[in-house]
């Protein structure tokens, strides 16, 4: 799931940092711009349908990256908002594959935290709750939330090493500030992403035929 949210996290930036070198800026730029836009976009993007693979991915069996794709387009739904947003689900669907093999192993998921740069548009949850059919959290130090939580293990670590007994529980809860926004699934919501996603699914099983027709014949 790493390696999915790698490669998908880059194809998203690479786009809007696109977009954003469109009007003059960065990928900062981009993103102010795009993000509204892509919480506006409808869940099934237009009709556009997204491949993210920058890199190659074996996770899904993709063995040669270079091949992210958009497809669909036509000259209705080419907008920012609907690439940018089937390239989060592209990202959101490979991790939602990996999810799958990991139920069928006896660990299904039952909440999400959200983590990272997208947590700048908080609303982001709601898209991805309903896209897992999960609750989604997300805390307050969300944006640095890996390196936060990093951080209070090596320090749980530290003080267990010394010689205190609090577990881990209240020990988490001893460094807990603020309130969590949590994001519900909706159902009609759910229902559509679902649509997409089960395309999604079968547009990856062409991607062997994508990989052979671009490759190099030198």
């Known amino acids: 799931n790493i390696a999915c949210l790698r490669n998908g996290t880059t194809f998203m930036n690479t786009i809007v940092e696109m977009f954003g070198q469109a009007i003059g800026g960065d990928r900062s730029a981009g993103f102010a711009a795009v993000m509204p836009q892509v919480l506006k976009a409808t869940p099934d993007c237009g ?13 899904v069996g993709v063995e040669r990256g270079g091949t992210a794709t958009i497809v669909g387009l036509n000259s209705d739904n080419a907008t920012p908002g609907n690439v940018a947003k089937a390239a989060l689900l592209a990202t959101a669907f490979n991790l939602r594959i990996g999810c799958e093999v990991l139920e069928t192993q006896g660990y299904p998921r039952t909440e999400m ?3 990272g740069g997208l947590t700048k548009t908080p609303k982001v949850g709601q898209i991805l709750a309903d896209v897992y059919r999960t609750p989604v959290t997300l805390l307050e130090s969300a944006e640095e939330g890996t390196a936060w939580g990093a951080a209070l293990l090596a320090k749980f670590c530290h003080q267990s090493r010394l010689g205190d007994t609090m577990n881990w529980g209240d020990f988490l809860s001893s460094h807990a500030s603020g309130s969590p926004v949590r994001f519900e699934p909706n159902e009609m919501a759910a229902s559509q992403y ?3 996603y089960n395309r999604y699914r079968r547009l990856l099983d062409l991607h062997e035929g994508l990989q052979k027709a671009t490759v190099n014949d030198n």
């Open 47 to 59: 009709g556009l349908h997204a491949l993210p693979f920058m890199d190659d991915e074996p996770a």
């Open 113 to 115: 935290l959200l983590s």
């Open 194 to 196: 679902d649509a997409m």
